[in-house]
């Protein structure tokens, strides 16, 4: 069985490599594949035909459209004057069989102040309307955006509404023997400037596609997830948009002398790997994103007994996951910058040949590391990771993320992730990418203070200690030397039981707009 699984993993990636556009001929977008059964188009002009009609609406505009007839402009405007719509954000009001237009419902959304409406806001209304279609029997939309005037702001919200729609309407359905019908509307997007709108919803689209990239690398269980298919699904994922991708086996992690890597491994009969993913955008030294890659989380002999705890542990491979869609997004955007994403991966089991607690490794910077606990795996496989980075890419920053802790959850809850940095350009410029996209962060202390919480009578220093979340930190800020640096927590933000927001129940894709973001943001030299 788990050979026909692991045989689906890889099926999966070879699928993912080779699926056309699904766009329209008005426009060519080179992003979209199989995640998505829905179908886009952009102009300037009408659609041929729809069953629905969305509008837009700015707060306080007239609700009505240059071509409307006096009597569909009465009867709207008594709709929504009983609906006490008035174009405040978020708002949103359904009209069926509204008089003189031929369609079968007007959807109506607020967006407040066009000028002043993030772009988070918008993405979320997108979601809410997607929410709203599917419940329905639409199958032709067209969004018209003429009540938004202004070109640039056109553009920039009607691209976020559809990233919305996009981000809502994935489905992680490939295991299911006969999967319910994804949604499989056609959107027409009505833009004021085609021009404008078009780098708007291909940078959007571009972004979408890595987060569905990192949510089918989470969603996949253990048995198919492993290190070598992980490995091999970024790598026919990534090379198609001109990405540089390496893979090292078990034996050259052994060979480089990556003994914390290899040794979290050494107990499953899929041993470790490491995972390269470069995009050279510019000739900048690159950004190094490091993401753990955890494929499945048994805790060791450190075993873990909560069954609700162990069955969501697919996800701990989320923080590499974000990493390898986040490259995806910037190689898809054809962004200007250059990026490595280094992804550890193991898979964490009991074994007659697994890892103890005690034992000693000896990482590939040569420190040496106690196994206090070995489900405090993560931070032994990023250690490797950071000093893998740092050594053969001499980054200007290094950001890794990572489920790492509880005690992080415990901190800070699921609305923020944790991030430890003593750099005030990489603490600002991440803040606003969490801010934008809405993964936001929260700074928690590195202070010399926490040394003594890591310190080990028997090696360099051991993995664990308290405070867990900043002992974590301090352990892999060892492996870092001078290079600007931050660590981002990402427990309990990888997985959601139910659709929330831009999310359908399962895996988020967390950290891949916020990564995305930040390495566009984070200043040259």
Same mark, same amino acid.
């Given at each position: 069985m788990k050979f026909k699984a692991s045989l689906k993993a890889l099926a999966f990636a070879g699928a993912l490599a080779g699926m056309s556009s699904t766009a329209s001929a008005q426009f060519e977008n080179p992003f979209v594949t199989s995640y998505l059964n829905t179908t886009y188009s952009? @102009?300037?002009?009408?659609?041929?035909?729809?069953?629905?009609?969305?509008?837009?609406?700015? /707060?306080?505009?007239?609700?009505?459209?240059s071509d409307w007839s006096t009597n569909t402009r009465e009867h709207v405007q008594r709709a929504l004057a009983a609906a006490d719509f008035t174009g405040r954000k978020g708002q949103q009001a359904t009209i069926l069989a509204p008089a003189g237009l031929n369609v079968d419902r007007? *959807?109506? *959304?607020?967006?407040?102040?066009?000028?002043?409406?993030?772009?988070?806001?918008?993405?979320? %209304? +997108?979601?809410?309307?997607?929410?709203? #279609?599917?419940? $329905?029997?639409?199958?032709? #939309?067209?969004?018209?955006g003429r009540l938004i005037s202004n070109p640039v702001y056109n553009g920039? *919200?009607?691209?976020?509404?559809?990233? +919305?729609?996009?981000?809502?309407?994935?489905?992680?359905? !490939?295991? =299911? $023997?006969?999967?319910?019908?994804?949604?499989?509307?056609?959107?027409?997007?009505?833009?004021?400037?085609?021009?404008?709108?078009?780098? /708007?919803?291909?940078?959007?689209?571009?972004?979408?596609?890595?987060?569905?990239?990192?949510? &089918?690398?989470?969603?996949?269980p253990?048995?198919?997830? %492993?290190?070598?298919?992980?490995?091999?699904?970024?790598?026919?994922?990534?090379?198609?948009?001109?990405?540089?991708?390496?893979?090292?086996?078990?034996?050259?992690?052994?060979?480089?002398? =990556?003994?914390?890597?290899?040794?979290? $491994?050494?107990?499953?009969?899929?041993?470790?790997?490491?995972?390269?993913?470069?995009?050279? +955008?510019?000739?900048?030294?690159? #950004?190094?994103?490091?993401?753990?890659?955890?494929?499945?989380?048994?805790?060791? %002999?450190?075993?873990?007994?909560?069954?609700? $705890?162990?069955?969501? =542990?697919?996800?701990?491979?989320a923080g590499g996951a974000a990493v390898v869609g986040a490259v995806k997004a910037l190689a898809g955007q054809r962004a200007t910058v250059n990026v490595v994403g280094v992804v550890p991966l193991s898979l964490n089991m009991i074994s007659g040949e697994a890892y103890l607690p005690g034992d000693v490794v000896t990482t590939g910077s040569g420190l040496t590391i106690e196994v206090a606990n070995t489900d405090a795996e993560?931070?032994? #496989?990023?250690?490797?990771?950071?000093? %893998?980075?740092? &050594?053969?890419?001499?980054? !200007?920053?290094?950001?890794?993320?990572?489920?790492?802790? +509880?005690?992080?959850?415990?901190?800070?809850?699921?609305?923020?992730?944790? *991030?430890?940095?003593?750099?005030?350009?990489?603490? !600002?410029?991440?803040? &606003?990418?969490?801010?934008?996209?809405?993964?936001?962060?929260?700074?928690?202390?590195?202070?010399?203070?926490?040394?003594?919480?890591?310190? @080990?009578?028997?090696?360099? =220093?051991?993995?664990?200690g308290a405070p867990g979340a900043s002992a974590g930190a301090m352990l892999l800020q060892r492996f870092v030397g001078d290079t600007p640096w931050v660590h981002i927590d990402m427990a309990g933000n990888a997985l959601v039981d139910g659709d929330s927001g831009i999310h359908p129940r399962g895996a988020t894709g967390y950290g891949v707009r916020m990564l995305t973001e930040w390495v566009k943001r984070y200043p040259e030299e």
């Open positions: 952009v @102009s300037q002009s009408a659609a041929e035909r729809a069953d629905t009609l969305v509008l837009p609406v700015p /707060e306080g505009a007239e609700v009505v459209l007007l *959807i109506v *959304i607020g967006v407040g102040d066009p000028s002043d409406v993030s772009r988070a806001d918008v993405e979320t %209304y +997108g979601a809410a309307l997607a929410a709203t #279609i599917n419940r $329905s029997s639409a199958e032709a #939309i067209t969004v018209d920039r *919200i009607l691209a976020a509404l559809s990233h +919305g729609v996009e981000l809502r309407n994935y489905r992680f359905d !490939r295991l =299911m $023997s006969a999967p319910s019908a994804r949604p499989a509307q056609n959107y027409h997007w009505r833009v004021a400037s085609r021009s404008q709108a078009q780098s /708007e919803f291909a940078e959007l689209q571009a972004l979408a596609q890595g987060v569905f990239l990192a949510r &089918e690398l989470t969603n996949l253990g048995s198919d997830g %492993y290190p070598a298919a992980f490995a091999e699904y970024a790598r026919q994922a990534l090379e198609p948009l001109g990405v540089e991708v390496t893979i090292l086996g078990p034996e050259e992690v052994k060979a480089l002398g =990556m003994g914390a890597l290899y040794g979290v $491994s050494q107990g499953s009969q899929h041993k470790a790997h490491l995972l390269v993913a470069h995009y050279r +955008g510019s000739d900048q030294r690159p #950004i190094a994103l490091v993401g753990k890659g955890n494929t499945f989380d048994t805790g060791g %002999y450190n075993l873990k007994t909560d069954a609700a $705890s162990i069955l969501r =542990m697919q996800t701990d491979k993560g931070r032994l #496989i990023l250690a490797d990771g950071l000093w %893998y980075a740092r &050594e053969h890419f001499n980054p !200007r920053a290094m950001a890794d993320i990572a489920t790492l802790t +509880g005690a992080k959850v415990t901190a800070v809850g699921t609305a923020f992730s944790a *991030i430890f940095s003593e750099h005030d350009t990489i603490l !600002r410029t991440l803040t &606003e990418a969490g801010e934008l996209t809405q993964e936001r962060v929260w700074r928690l202390p590195l202070d010399p203070a926490f040394e003594g919480a890591i310190e @080990s009578r028997i090696a360099d =220093m051991k993995n664990t």
